[in-house]
């Protein structure tokens, strides 16, 4: 069976806008071996019009290796984007689904092949309160944003998570790799 790996970036503080965190060479390699041993990744469509950026870095290179390399990654692995106003993904790996994001990843899960990525903060919040995460990847940047959409906030039970490793990037960034332990709910009845 396949894994759901959800992968982000957020600050110290939870912020998890784009506009924050250090883009740094290590960083964008990471995301880029993620990607190259990804089956499909997820997007909603506010995240997916921003990865499209990534089309223009493979049209006129930066010249930053990790950048390039990343541009290349990303535009190889299929997409899969969720959206009710979206007529056309204008890429030719992406596609539209067509059904509902729940149904769909447990559909994926039973395909054999690479894992599947989240890359979309409102995909996994909607995962996370289905228990359809198998594996987070959060990449936490040292900065206190203090302001900003958090990645977390609309959770609606408590999720225990246990961690499987670390990997510090130069940048002074972490990132985090963590499991639900799936516990059941303990009654209290005292």
């Known amino acids: 069976m396949r894994k759901v790996i959800a992968a982000f970036n957020m600050t110290l503080d939870g912020v998890c806008d784009h506009t924050t965190g250090i883009p740094s060479e290590d960083l964008h390699q990471h995301y880029s071996d993620l990607l190259d041993n990804t089956g499909v ?7 997916y019009e921003l990865m499209q950026f990534w089309k223009t870095i493979l049209q006129n ?16 692995v299929p997409k899969l984007v969720f959206s009710s ?17 729940n149904e ?3 559909e994926l899960k039973q395909q054999s092949g690479k894992d599947i990525s989240v890359g979309s903060r409102s995909l996994i919040i909607q995962l996370l309160n289905s228990n359809l995460i198998d594996e987070f990847q959060i990449c936490v940047h040292p900065i206190i944003e203090g302001k900003g959409l958090k990645l977390f906030d609309q959770i609606k039970d408590r999720i225990m998570l246990k961690l499987i490793k670390t990997k510090i990037l130069k940048s002074g960034s972490t990132i ?3 499991e639900p332990t799936r516990q059941e709910k303990i009654e209290n009845n005292g």
């Open 41 to 47: 990744i997820l997007y909603g469509r506010i995240t």
């Open 61 to 76: 290179p930066s010249g930053k290796k990790s950048m390039d390399d990343f541009a290349i990654s990303i535009d190889k």
């Open 85 to 101: 106003t979206l007529k056309d993904t204008n890429w030719d790996s992406a596609e539209l689904s067509d059904i509902p994001l």
């Open 104 to 106: 769909k990843v447990l």
């Open 176 to 178: 985090f790799y963590y």
